[in-house]
């Protein structure tokens, strides 16, 4: 049973241009993260919300934890063909370790 | 630091041969997971161990694999023996606890084909 849906699950878009990325769940998350793939190599962590209504930047990434801690946002500003990649949220429940990860969402920015 | 470090790269294999994956942790971190990524089920996680102490091996998909943790530095993941649907790539993660939680970092991944 997949927890946490990500949507869209892929975007091509134009260097330049704004998207957002949506990660929701049913379930309320102690905590959640956000993460970037690439090709060949394993996730990297860029961001943990802790706190509802929490909103972090990551220079031109914007990252937000819903009120209710049951879903986040993540929105870049003026993408650039550095930022393709998977894009994975992933949230910890109750006070274990134990990290449930999206579905994911392929971006690609293209020149 | 060196990050998590994982060998092989890449494991090519026929069907029926036994498969041993390895994994050094982050100095420090005191919780090891192992992940399977694949196009069709993304990424899931197969086991983890805390303390070298396997907690929960709920995600490992049958009898075939097993994991250990002899000392806090090193990790095996093995298969035996090994089907084509085995086919994947497997990401160790070590992660420590900090004042709100956790935070995991993962190895480059070893991609294994099952032929």
């Known amino acids: 049973t997949q927890l946490l849906e990500q949507s869209p699950q892929f975007l091509s878009i134009q260097e330049g241009e704004n998207l957002t990325v949506y990660c929701n769940s049913s379930?309320?998350?102690?905590?959640l993260q956000w993460y970037r793939q690439e090709p060949g190599e394993g996730p990297v962590l860029l961001v943990t919300?802790?706190?509802?209504?929490e909103v972090k930047k990551l220079k031109r990434l914007t990252f937000q934890f819903g009120d209710a801690r049951k879903d986040s946002s993540l929105h870049i500003t003026a993408a650039q063909p550095g930022d393709t990649g998977l894009y994975l949220c992933?949230?910890?429940?109750?006070?274990?370790?134990?990290?449930?990860f999206g579905t994911g969402t392929q971006l690609k920015v293209e020149l | 630091d060196a990050g998590v470090i994982q060998s092989p790269r890449h494991e090519v294999t026929e069907m029926g041969q036994e498969v041993t994956l390895r994994c050094k942790p982050i100095?420090?971190?005191?919780?090891l997971f192992w992940y399977r990524q694949t196009m069709m089920r993304g990424l899931e996680l197969l086991i983890y161990?805390?303390?070298?102490?396997?907690?929960?091996d709920s995600g490992m998909p049958e009898d075939r694999f097993s994991a250990k943790m002899p000392n806090a530095s090193f990790s095996t993941l093995k298969i035996q023996p090994s089907e084509p649907r085995d086919s994947a790539v497997y990401f160790c993660?070590?992660?420590?606890?900090?004042?709100?939680?956790?935070?995991?970092?993962f190895g480059p991944g070893t991609r294994l084909t099952v032929t």
């Open positions: 993660a070590s992660s420590t606890r900090l004042a709100w939680g956790y935070e995991q970092y």
């Open positions: 379930s309320v998350f102690s905590s």
């Open positions: 919300v802790v706190t509802g209504g």
């Open positions: 992933a949230g910890y429940t109750g006070g274990g370790n134990k990290l449930t």
């Open positions: 100095s420090g971190h005191n919780s």
């Open positions: 161990f805390n303390n070298n102490v396997p907690i929960d």
